[in-house]
Nanobody
Framework: QVQVEESGGGLVQPGGSLRLSCTASGSIISIITMAWYRQRPGKDREFLGHITHNGITGVADSVKGRFTISRDNAKHNIDLQMNSLEPEDTAVYYC?????????????WGQGTQVTVSS
């Protein structure tokens, strides 16, 4: 089992920046990927980016250039740095952790953290 916790959400003005953090705990040795998603009001959950266990990163085209993902291996923590925020970025942001055990991929989700972009 893996526990996932997000932090760092809040209210930010358009054009501002915010940094979200995700920390995984529990059976972290089997983690293969950590990722960020978001769910905007009335929309499906949307992939934003990920980091694999060997450090390969990927960021969705929709946020590339504004959002970056980084990782602290020692703490099994990933951050999502969000710049030039727009009202359309208002959403609940979720961290997803995938582990591999006995050849099976297991997804774990955090509770989410609210980001509101508004003046």
């Amino acid at each position: 089992q893996v526990q996932v916790e997000e932090s760092g959400g809040g209210l930010v003005q358009p054009g501002g920046s915010l940094r979200l953090s995700c920390t995984a705990s529990g059976s972290i040795i089997s983690i293969i990927t950590m990722a960020w998603y978001r769910q905007r009001p009335g929309k499906d959950r949307e992939f934003l980016g990920h980091i694999t266990h060997n450090g390969i990163t990927g960021v969705a085209d929709s946020v590339k250039g504004r959002f970056t993902i980084s990782r602290d291996n020692a703490k099994h923590n990933i951050d999502l740095q969000m710049n030039s925020l727009e009202p359309e970025d208002t959403a609940v942001y979720y961290c997803n952790v995938q582990t591999m055990t006995n050849g099976r991929v297991n997804p774990y989700w955090g509770q989410g953290t609210q980001v509101t972009v508004s003046s």
